[in-house]
C-alpha cells in the first residue's frame, strides 16, 4: 500500500510537469498564430502536422507503441490548435458515420465537427464559405464514389489530404439476440460488403439500403425485429447491442476519404498530387494526356473516368500520382500534360497518407 502511494505521488509530480509543459507549448502555439496573421499564413499546417508526427513516431523509445505516440499527440495538437482558432469540419453524416471516424483521424478531436447529409451539401456550404470537409472517394471493394467526383471537377476548394480507414462492420441493434432480427438496414455498398455473411447467418432477412451506415443505426435505435450494418463506433454513438462483429467478407476493405481546404500544404517529401482532365476524342489522347507522368518518372496510384455531365458519352479523368506540385519535375510534367487536354485542373496536393 506505501508502495502504491509512492509511485502515485511520482504520477501526480510528472502530471504536474505535463501540464506545465502542455500550456508552455500553447503559449508558444499562440506565438505561432499571431505571427501567422501578421504574415497571412494559413493557422492549420497539415504538412507540419505531419512531419512532427514521423519524427515523434522516430524518437519514440517506447513503452509506447506508435499508435498511441500519434494518438496522444494528434490530442495535444488538435486542442492547442483550437486556441490559435476555432475549427470547423463538415462531414458526410450523420453522426456516428465512417466519414465521421475518417475526420477525428485527420484532425483529431479538439475542433467541431457538422455533420451534413448529402455529399452535394457539403460541396454547397463549401462554396458559402465553410473551410475544411471531409469526404469519401473510394472504397478498396467497390471503386470510386461517383458523386464525390463530379463535385470535386466543380468545386473552388482544394484537397489538403487523405485519410485511410480500415472499414469493419458490425451488426447491430436494439434487439439482443440475431434471431429477432427481420430487416437488416445499411448502405448499399456495406449491404453488399456483407453479402457472404448475410447469406449464411441472415438468409431470410429484408435488406433495406439507406443513405449511409449511420443513418441505419439511427434507424434501428427506434425499429424493433431490426438491425444495421455500420461501425462499432455508430454503436456507440446511438447506445446499440453489436450482435457480430467483422461480419465483413474481406479484411481488405478500405476506404479513402479526402480532406477539402482553401490552402494547399507544402511539400513533405512524400506527397501526393490530383488533377481531374479531358481529352479529344481521339486515337491515343488518352495516352498524349499520361505519357508525361512517365517520362517524368511520376508514380501514378489512380486513374478513374466519369461521364462528363450534359455530354452523352465524353469522359473526363481522375488521377493521383505521387509528388507535389511545387516539385520542379511535377510542374513540368504537369506543364506538358495540360496542352494534351481540352480542359485540366489541379485538384491539390497534399502529404500522402502513410497512416497518420
Ligand atoms: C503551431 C502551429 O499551428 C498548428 C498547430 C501545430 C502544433 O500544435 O504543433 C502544428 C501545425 C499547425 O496545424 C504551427 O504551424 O506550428
Not at 504520477?11 to 509543459?21: M, S, Y
Not at 499564413?41 to 507540419?48: K, L
Not at 450523420?94 to 460541396?123: M, Y
Request: proline share 4%; hydrophobic share 40%; charged share 30%.
Amino acid at each position: 500500500m506505501r508502495e502504491l502511494e509512492e509511485l502515485r505521488r511520482e504520477i501526480d509530480e510528472l502530471d504536474r510537469k505535463l501540464l506545465e509543459i502542455i500550456n508552455k507549448r500553447a503559449q508558444i502555439v499562440l506565438q505561432i498564430r499571431n505571427w501567422k496573421i501578421k504574415n497571412n499564413y494559413p493557422i492549420f499546417d497539415p504538412s507540419r502536422e505531419k512531419e512532427l508526427l514521423e519524427r515523434l513516431v522516430k524518437e519514440n523509445q517506447g513503452p509506447l507503441d506508435e499508435k498511441a505516440i500519434i494518438g496522444i499527440f494528434k490530442t495535444i495538437m488538435s486542442y492547442l490548435r483550437a486556441l490559435e482558432k476555432d475549427i470547423e469540419v463538415l462531414y458526410l453524416g450523420p453522426e456516428g458515420s465512417f466519414t465521421h471516424q475518417a475526420a477525428v483521424k485527420f484532425f483529431g478531436e479538439g475542433v467541431k465537427f457538422k455533420p451534413l447529409l448529402l455529399v452535394e451539401d457539403i460541396f454547397k456550404s463549401l462554396e458559402e464559405g465553410s473551410e475544411y470537409a471531409v469526404v469519401p472517394i473510394e472504397n478498396s471493394l467497390e471503386g470510386t464514389v461517383g458523386s464525390t467526383m463530379d463535385l470535386l471537377a466543380v468545386t473552388t476548394k482544394k484537397v489538403i489530404g487523405e485519410v485511410y480507414l480500415d472499414v469493419r462492420h458490425s451488426l447491430i441493434s436494439s434487439e439482443d439476440s440475431m434471431n429477432k432480427v427481420k430487416r437488416v438496414y445499411s448502405h448499399p455498398q456495406a449491404l453488399a460488403q456483407c453479402k457472404r455473411w448475410l447469406r449464411q447467418n441472415l438468409p431470410n432477412v429484408q435488406e433495406i439500403p439507406t443513405s449511409s451506415t449511420s443513418f441505419a443505426a439511427k434507424i434501428v435505435k427506434e425499429e424493433k425485429e431490426s438491425a444495421a450494418i455500420a461501425s462499432n463506433f455508430a454503436a456507440e454513438v446511438f447506445g446499440l447491442n453489436i450482435l457480430a462483429e467483422n461480419i465483413q467478407d474481406s479484411w481488405n476493405n478500405k476506404t479513402r476519404f479526402l480532406v477539402l481546404g482553401k490552402d494547399i500544404p507544402k511539400p513533405t517529401g512524400k506527397d501526393k498530387t490530383s488533377i481531374i482532365f479531358s481529352v479529344k476524342h481521339q486515337a491515343g489522347a488518352l495516352y498524349r494526356a499520361l505519357r508525361p507522368l512517365h517520362d517524368f518518372g511520376l508514380n501514378m496510384t489512380l486513374i478513374q473516368s466519369r461521364p462528363v455531365p450534359a455530354k452523352p458519352f465524353e469522359y473526363r479523368f481522375f488521377v493521383d500520382f505521387q509528388g507535389h506540385i511545387w516539385d520542379e519535375k511535377v510542374s513540368q510534367a504537369l506543364e506538358r500534360v495540360k496542352e494534351e487536354c481540352i480542359d485540366f485542373k489541379i485538384l491539390g496536393s497534399y502529404p500522402e497518407a502513410n497512416d497518420f
